[in-house]
């Protein structure tokens, strides 16, 4: 018999009874009842029922046990009573009478527990990680990852693509964040950084030849946590195509990522290909948002035109200086309470808005609010009509410059698809978001800058951007959205050196800094380089999507917590003097963190 097991703890059923077995685990719960000792056994595959009786001489080195120890147990299988069986557990018909133990490791009383979902804060969850990961539905979690990552290979590999993996230490490039630096020991004063993204090598390998290429890549950013969103590292389906369009890109694509939501998440509806494409205006106008969620129905619709010089003096003197309103239908909604409206009301004026207008047309046709009382009859009239309201409906108003009214009617549009229980169930629905903005105006500076990414192909090429209003020129960028989360930018990309100096020089780049910043790239360009394009959606968002779980920490095995922080392995650390010399580093720290001379 081997040293450790003859068979998981997940393994044993009835027709094993009368054989012997060993198991190896860690004590999951004890269960003492006076004369018998049960022992739950846990490892990786599941959990066995063990028992040992008081007439053992094993019996008090059992039961001194701490849970979480890890043992190595021997004896015989034997059925259970029909009355003590556990249909819960797939082992459970059978149970081990422990012959031998050996104690292979003693566990310290536990700073969490393991065989519970207690929670014990974020803090010691990811000081003490391996113990949380031990957690079945950890388990569940870090493993449901590892068959995603598994079944998105192998749909990529079918799709014809190849995997190569690209440096992890080399130069920065602009792609929105603030890079991790590595000093050079051997280049003084010198740095690589850390990969934000694997953009640039991955062109170089269409220019290369390669056509098809693809990898789960790690990401390195400088920036804060957010739910959706893990600081320092992430992973991403990196690939690359040559030769190709947009469209053969979004073909490519879409029944891998379809195909995994179908594989994972039984009884759920997946958007079947071709996916949505909404350009990025309508998406704006529509949701208020480039990362619409299709689960909501409410769309809003453009209503400036019905309060310009009407009644509601507010919005119209707004108008007058170039404000717009957006109208956000709340179906069914005139039926609620008053305290309702209010309630929404006191929401808008938390996130740092005037208020939230209303209209509420009765079961009877007239309209209440004292958006209502102020404004003409025809306007309101207008307004339903717009809007596609009936009698019983309610509609929401933002007014504010064009970007802040979308923003805030997106805002609205989520509110109210929550509050009125509108967002369609065990539904998984996906867009693109197409024709975006190449560049956008800096309000605090008045400089142009890219709205996306830089190394994108402007619709309509180089004469676009030598004849056209920068900011009304679009580039070849998308996006791609599930349930209101983006997991994806992509591109077809600018595969023209004449292009790309013109496309970076309008947003302040010179000819010598492009192709200093970005010579690898720049010059590769120059030699025949073919039309390419790709994307890169994100692991954690799609798994975490997945698994229902609004926190991306709990898809990752081991996260860093909000401020950037290792717990567990105690990063980021101070560096000793020596080796600073050695990289020729002399700290500069703010006051607060500053050491007095003796330290």
Partial sequence: MHRYRSHTCGDLRGGDAG?????????????????????DLRDHFGITQCVVDVSSPLFAELEALRNESSVCVTGRVVERMDDTKNPALPTGDVELQIESFELLA??????????SDEDAGEDIRLRYRFLDLRREKMQHKIMLRSRVISSIRRRMIEQGFNEFQTP??????PEGARDFLVPSRLHPGKFYALPQAPQMFKQLLMVAGFDRYFQIAPCFRDEDSRADRSPGEFYQLDFEMSYVTQEDVFAAIEPVLAGVFEEFTEGCEVTAPPFPRIPFDEAMLKYGSDKPDLRNPLEIVEVTEAFRGGGFGIFARLIEEGAVVRAIPAPGAAAQPRSFFDKLNAWARETG????????????GEAKGPIAKNLEAERVAEI???????DGDAVFFACGKPKDAASFAGTVRTKLGEELDLLEKNA???CWIVDFPMYELDEDSGQIEFSHNPFSMPQGGLEALENQDPLTIKAMQYDIVCNGVELSSGAIRNHLPEVMVKAFEIAGYGREEVEQRFAGLFHALAFGAPPHGGSAPGI????????????????????????AEDLMMEAPAEVGPERLRELHLRLALPPEKAKTPTE
């Avoid at 003693?106 to 065989?115: K, W």
């Avoid at 339903?384 to 009936?390: E, F, R, T």
Wanted: no cysteine; proline share 5%; aromatic share 8%.
């Fill in 19 to 39: 054989k012997e077995a060993r198991l190896s685990g860690w004590v999951h719960r004890k269960r003492d009842h006076g004369q018998l000792l049960f022992i």
């Fill in 106 to 115: 003693a566990a310290q009383p536990l700073p969490l527990q393991v065989n």
């Fill in 168 to 173: 992890i230490l080399t130069a920065s490039s």
């Fill in 353 to 364: 808005q005037a208020g939230l207008g209303y209209i509420a047309f009765g079961a009877d």
């Fill in 384 to 390: 339903k009509s717009l809007a596609g309201l009936g």
């Fill in 428 to 430: 998984f629905r996906f």
């Fill in 540 to 563: 954690d968002r799609i798994v975490m999507l997945i698994a229902e779980e609004p926190n991306i920490r709990e898809v990752i095995a081991f996260p860093m917590n909000q401020r």
